[in-house]
């Protein structure tokens, strides 16, 4: 895996948020400030053990002596939200990209109507605590399955934008619980929806929200994870880098990214699930088998670009601007 400088952090505090949740403070090791980032940004965190995950930092961005990020234990695990659980301490050293923004709010927008599901509420704090600065107009809708998995309370309650924001309990009562079709039943012109959560969550707001004519321009959305593509009738292509003219072959059970690797090409990525759009490349000529969760419908109907990652061609070839 490609990747530019890292920056090497300590790890100043670590607290339970909830059950299964845990937050990182993480500082500069050399006591120096951090990177700049705004709300919506996240960091790749790189872990001893070869695993890199994302997460959204979810303090104030004003603040340039620490990043907070927030840890769901992930029963599914392969190494990372679970080494992040039981085998990172206070004071250990810990090395991250600088931070990257994807899910960047809309300043243009005349209202915020904020969706997080559970963890993902994580971005979605951070730009409640900047839109609330700047005297926005917005509300934030916060799910998670009980009032025990439920991140932040205590920091929401006691926030001067606490008024705007509407907890949901799986667990709770029915007068509770989220009302999609009351908040997404119409478009508003000038509104923005953001959302932020688990696969499931994301896909029933905005196939509501498409579903009831919403813009796409008006729907922003950050995945954490994504479900593996079914691998059932896929074949084997080429891609050609248009740079040299040179072809490469894409075998059956191979990604693009892994072929391109193979053959000496750098190839800038993190995430390896189509979801943070670190890879996005160019296309010039083929069509494009799109198998990601971060362009939008209307990005994947033009074939221009994909997520080398994860999607593949519908075609014997796809041309590179590599």
């Avoid at 996240?42 to 070869?50: I, T, Y």
Wanted: charged share 20%; hydrophobic share 40%.
């Amino acid at each position: 895996m490609n990747h530019p400088t890292l920056l090497t952090v300590r790890v100043l505090r670590k607290t339970a948020e909830a059950t299964d949740i845990v937050g990182l403070e993480l500082a500069a090791e050399d006591g120096g400030p951090l990177p700049a980032f705004s709300a919506g940004s996240h960091v790749d965190l790189h872990l001893p053990s070869g695993f890199t995950r994302q997460y959204s930092l979810c303090n104030d961005p004003g603040e340039t002596h620490r990043y907070q990020i927030a840890v769901l234990r992930d029963p599914a695990s392969r190494g990372g939200s679970a080494a992040l659980h039981d085998a990172v301490s206070v004071g250990q050293t810990l090395q991250i990209s600088a931070p990257r923004n994807h899910f960047a709010l809309a300043h243009q927008a005349s209202r915020h109507l904020l969706l997080a599901g559970g963890i993902g509420v994580t971005p979605l704090l951070c730009m409640s605590e900047r839109l609330a600065q700047l005297g926005a107009d917005f509300e934030l809708h916060y799910c998670t399955r009980s009032l025990a998995r439920t991140a932040f309370v205590g920091r929401i309650q006691a926030a001067s934008f606490a008024d705007r924001v509407k907890f949901h309990h799986d667990d709770g009562a029915a007068a509770q619980q989220l009302d999609l079709g009351g908040l997404l039943g119409q478009p508003r012109p000038g509104e923005h929806v953001y959302v932020c959560g688990p696969q499931g969550f994301m896909d029933a707001v905005l196939g509501r929200a498409r579903a009831a004519g919403w813009p796409e321009a008006q729907l922003r959305f950050e995945y954490f994870g994504a479900a593996v593509a079914p691998t059932v009738g896929d074949t084997a292509f080429e891609v050609q880098l248009a740079s040299s003219g040179r072809v490469l072959p894409v075998a059956v059970g191979q990604t693009v990214v892994q072929a391109l690797v193979a053959a000496g090409v750098e190839v800038l990525t993190s995430c390896e699930q189509g979801v943070c759009g670190t890879c996005l490349t160019r296309v010039l000529a083929g069509q494009v088998d799109h198998r990601d969760q971060y362009l939008t419908p209307e990005e994947r109907a033009a074939h221009d670009q994909f997520l080398p990652c994860c999607s593949r061609s519908r075609g014997v070839r796809l041309v590179l601007d590599l």
